[in-house]
Antibody, heavy 123, light 107 residues
Framework: EVQLVESGGGLVQPGGSLRLSCAASGFTFSDRYMDWVRQAPGKGLEWVGRSRNKVNNYATEYAASVKGRFTVSRDDSKNSLYLQMNSLETEDTAVYYC??????????????WGQGTLVTVSS | DIQLTQSPSFLSASVGDRVTITCRASQGISSYLAWYQQKPGKAPKLLIYAASTLQSGVPSRFSGSGSGTEFTLTISSLQPEDFATYYCQQVKSYPLTFGGGTKVEIK
């Protein structure tokens, strides 16, 4: 059974840092693209960033709103995905979801999602 | 960036109704489109990918169609468990983007 379990959320002051983790199990982690998607309270979904798989050299992509402040990384030996968040802003307050990618016809889609971890940026 | 516009943003329907949600892309995205269902307090769930491919385990009353810039999600006979918010997403190019969502409520 595929499982994605996020951790590391909490309350942080503006300008602060936080590191989210996602522990994956039930599949070959190194084969998959992995993403972070967030949802501000009462709002829609926003893609945050991606780590490609080992075959694609773990290359990353980011949304413009977080580029330069957030870093997606992974440790395949630990089946874990990370999101390092620096220079946090109140607009970063959201539930952060870890997602697994499924590949089909040149596209990668989010076929499994974790339960999410809440990040609150407030003074 | 590719913008996705969903319509309607809110829909009131009865059990057994046929429901159609539209997603329009600001530029052509071929068939690189997914649909997700989200219930309150829960993570989204993948329903459809590549515009029309049903994810494993998703009931056949859900279907997707379209290509290029216009896409639809259809629920052939709305069931009580289908009341939720639905999002489309394009994976054609970065940044990946989602539509604003369509909330389906009970009439």
């Amino acid at each position: 059974e595929v499982q994605l379990v996020e951790s590391g959320g909490g309350l942080v002051q503006p300008g602060g840092s936080l590191r989210l983790s996602c522990a994956a199990s039930g599949f070959t982690f190194s084969d998959r693209y992995m993403d972070w998607v967030r949802q501000a309270p009462g709002k829609g979904l926003e893609w945050v960033g991606r780590s490609r798989n080992k075959v694609n050299n773990y290359a990353t992509e980011y949304a413009a709103s977080v580029k330069g402040r957030f870093t997606v990384s992974r440790d395949d030996s630990k089946n874990s995905l990370y999101l390092q968040m620096n220079s946090l802003e109140t607009e970063d307050t959201a539930v952060y979801y870890c997602t697994r990618g499924i590949y089909y016809s040149s596209g990668w889609y989010h076929d499994h999602w974790g339960q999410g971890t809440l990040v609150t940026v407030s003074s | 960036d590719i913008q996705l516009t969903q319509s309607p943003s809110f829909l009131s329907a009865s059990v057994g109704d046929r429901v159609t949600i539209t997603c329009r892309a600001s530029q052509g995205i071929s068939s690189y489109l997914a649909w997700y269902q989200q219930k309150p307090g829960k993570a989204p769930k993948l329903l459809i990918y590549a515009a029309s491919t049903l994810q494993s385990g998703v009931p056949s009353r859900f279907s997707g169609s379209g290509s290029g810039t216009e896409f639809t999600l259809t629920i052939s006979s709305l069931q009580p468990e289908d009341f939720a918010t639905y999002y489309c997403q394009q994976v054609k190019s970065y940044p990946l983007t989602f539509g604003g969502g369509t909330k389906v409520e009970i009439k």
